[in-house]
């Protein structure tokens, strides 16, 4: 390993960003514990319920996912009923992804206490600290460059 600089490095930030994370997929994870879910699933059909009618090769592009991670939680999600798999119309090849009306349900129940969350972060906020939340956040994107997808989903 380098030599590493501790000066250099924004701990407090840091903490910051993992009890945020923390606490922002506190109630989410709550509601999918009690159906046998977790945090991949929720990402799964929050992006199926964002983009009806995505395609599987959209949808692990947008995840920065592998084939094999996506495969069980997929399957899982679609035998729950809450996802349905269809052939694209002018491809057959084409697997394209509908949420069912439970599947949007839970989407928006996992979405609902996330929304509140932010709102109430930045309900002090002027629009223009707002606009640098967002602009920070859009900032933040983006998988360092030479690292490839983790080959398990971690839930």
């Known amino acids: 390993m380098p030599a590493v600089d501790e000066g250099k490095i924004d701990f407090e930030t840091i903490e910051l960003f993992f009890f945020a994370y923390r606490d922002f997929i506190s ?3 709550a509601i999918l514990a009690k159906i046998g ?3 991949a699933h929720h990402r799964v059909v929050y992006f199926v319920c964002r983009q009806p009618g995505m395609m599987v090769t959209d949808l692990l592009d947008t995840l920065q996912i ?3 991670s996506l495969a069980r939680v997929l399957k899982q999600l ?3 009923g809450y996802i349905r798999q269809m052939a694209g119309a002018k491809d057959r090849r ?3 992804l509908y949420p069912t009306l439970a599947g949007r349900e ?3 129940a996992l979405s609902e206490p996330q929304s509140d969350r932010i709102s109430k972060a930045m309900q002090a906020l002027t629009p223009e600290q707002r606009d640098g939340v967002v602009a920070f956040l859009r900032a ?3 998988r360092a460059e030479g690292l490839e997808p983790p080959e398990e989903e971690v839930d």
Do not use: C
């Open 106 to 108: 839970l989407a928006l």
């Open 37 to 39: 879910m977790g945090r």
């Open 78 to 80: 679609i035998d729950s």
């Open 27 to 29: 109630d989410p994870d």
């Open 66 to 68: 592998t084939k094999q």
């Open 140 to 142: 933040m994107r983006g």
């Open 94 to 96: 084409q697997r394209r």
